[in-house]
């Protein structure tokens, strides 16, 4: 049997949305699945332990970064990720695709690959299809992202058309010079928002999809109404038996609105950064916690909630540790999001089951908003 395969176990009568399982080396992945960013080999402020408790069944980590620090040399003498930072679940690598693309002003693309600059020391460094493949080997992740081009929001129809056909040639290198059976590499569809040009790569992808298929370029500035219609878009076209991974998405509203049109993974750093700004989420709205009104506020950060930080301890006390810019605040704040989001998977997975996903996202929604839904979300749900 293979390392790695996917099966679906219930799709949604009112929705479509499903349930799925995908088996890898290291454990199985119940999906619908939100996957902590943990960047560096690490969750920010977050233990392994911690992460387990919240919840967590898979957490990503950048080739890009790690390739700068420690380097990928010193990562495979230690046994790979999952022993370098204590993690024995699933994880899954980044390409370095989205990190090259943010660095514009110090990258330079060609066909055979990127010429860049470490944001860290300036030294100058090259990374190929290849070389990233042989990066993401030697890190020894159970998933590994193809090498590709992203574009971004408003990028004219002919660069977004050269960088999608380049993606497609640097995937076709990817999958030849990857060899690591106990690895599972997803292709990533590019295309920008040009509806020809997604399904035109999603197409000369699917070939390339063995265990999975992920979606890049979407939530780079664009209206979220765009990226939805650019799921809708291809939501029917995608390959079944594998998982559908989008990039680098993870607000709840965009969690509900893709898990509806046929993702099965999604990722952000949303949760812990906005933690070490003193926000949160909860089940009636986003919280700053910084506000005057929460200094004598003796309640948990969300009564719904059971997380470690809501179990134990209150507004007022989240609020004087972050006003006094203590590291725990944002501990306990990255807790209670990443926490909220898993519970969130917990209650689509629950409404996928009672077939009635639809109604579910309209409940929370009214919830989440207090009854005042913005206006773009209420022509979602018309």
């Avoid at 199985?28 to 960013?37: A, K, N, Q, S």
């Avoid at 002919?158 to 640097?170: G, I």
């Avoid at 629950?350 to 309209?362: C, V």
Wanted: hydrophobic share 35%; net charge neutral; aromatic share 10%.
């Amino acid at each position: 049997m293979d390392n790695f395969y996917f099966e679906t176990i219930k799709v949604c009568k009112q929705s479509g949305a499903r349930i799925g399982r995908f088996h890898t080396p290291h454990g199985i992945i119940e999906t619908p699945v939100f996957m902590p960013v943990g960047t560096q080999a690490t969750v920010k402020s977050l233990s392994p332990e911690e992460l387990k408790e919240v919840g967590s069944q898979i957490i990503l980590a950048n080739t890009y970064h790690l390739h700068l620090r420690p380097g990928e040399n010193v990562v495979k003498k230690a046994g790979g990720l999952h022993h370098f930072m204590n993690w024995d679940k699933p994880i899954l690598t980044d390409s370095g695709g989205f990190q090259v693309f943010s660095l514009s002003k110090l990258r330079k693309i060609t066909e055979d690959g990127v010429e860049f600059r470490s944001h860290l020391s300036g030294e100058k460094l090259y990374i190929t299809p290849e070389k990233a493949m042989e990066i993401e080997e030697d890190l020894g992740a159970d998933i590994i992202m193809a090498f590709d081009e992203c574009t971004t929001y408003g990028t004219s129809y002919d660069k977004s058309k050269l960088a999608m056909e380049r993606t497609l040639r640097w995937l076709d290198r990817c999958y030849h010079h990857h060899t690591n059976e106990k690895q599972a590499l997803f292709p990533i569809v590019q295309g920008n928002f040009y509806k020809n040009l997604r399904l035109e790569s999603l197409e000369k992808t699917k070939p390339y999809a063995k265990y999975g298929i992920a979606i890049g370029g979407l939530s780079v500035g664009e209206p979220k109404e765009l990226m939805y219609e650019m799921l809708d878009l291809m939501k029917d076209k995608l390959p079944e038996n594998v998982p559908h991974y989008l990039m680098g998405v993870g607000s709840p509203d965009c969690m509900i609105e893709g898990y509806m049109r046929g993702i099965d993974m999604m990722d952000c750093v949303l949760p812990t950064r906005v933690a070490r700004h003193g926000f949160a989420f909860t089940s009636k709205g986003k919280v700053i916690i910084k506000n005057a009104k929460y200094k004598e506020d003796f309640s948990p950060l969300d009564e719904e909630c059971d997380c470690y930080t809501c179990r134990h301890y209150t507004k007022a006390y989240l609020r004087h540790l972050v006003m006094a810019d203590e590291i725990f605040g944002a501990r306990l704040l990255s807790i209670h999001n990443i926490r909220f989001l898993h519970k969130l998977t917990e209650q689509i997975k629950e409404a996928i089951w009672q077939d009635r996903y639809l109604d579910f996202r309209k409940e929370f929604y009214q919830k989440y908003y207090q009854g005042n839904i913005p206006e773009d979300i209420q022509k979602l749900l018309k």
